[in-house]
């Protein structure tokens, strides 16, 4: 039995703008409605050299130097775009059933890429979905409460800390 609901996505891209900029890495953890892991996924896309060049500048990327070169060192052993979405369906068609409810920090961005770059991916997505970046808008103003995560732009460790975000929002409403 397929009992995977939520979809955590993080993708890490060249820059922001889904018209210009590319994914050069995906991460993907299935979990139940409990947040329980069943199955993980991650891959590099391979980028062309040019785009990096061109996209892969500006202050973001200076202030985070040592995850950018990182990114741009892998980027040499990224598999084919199509290829990492093949996989992402199988991965799907593993452990989800129907609904598959896309999860994660501002996810909303990250949806506006997987539209443009995985279309058949994005088919299959719920239009719902769960964005830990609301919780941590109405904690943090209404409540003063804020939650402190490693930001380092990896994407698994990215997925991994969104999880334990969610889940220390969930103890306030015990």
Known sequence: MKKAKLLWIDLEMTGLDPAKDKILEVAAIATDMNLNQIAEYQAIIKVDDQTIKDRMVGKFWEQNQKTRDALI???????PLEQVER????????????????????????????????PKLNSKLHYRMLD??????????????????????????????SIEEFKWYLTFLK
Request: net charge neutral; no cysteine; charged share 30%.
């Open 73 to 79: 060192a892998q980027n040499q052993n990224g598999q």
């Open 132 to 161: 830990v970046s609301a919780w941590k808008i109405y904690f943090e103003n209404a409540k003063s409460k804020k939650f402190t995560k490693p930001e380092n732009h990896r994407a698994l460790d990215d997925i991994n800390g």
């Open 87 to 118: 996989e992402l369906l199988q991965f799907i068609d593993q452990h989800f059933g129907k609904e598959i409810y896309l999860a994660g920090n501002s996810i909303h961005q990250d949806r506006k890429f997987i539209e443009r770059e995985m």
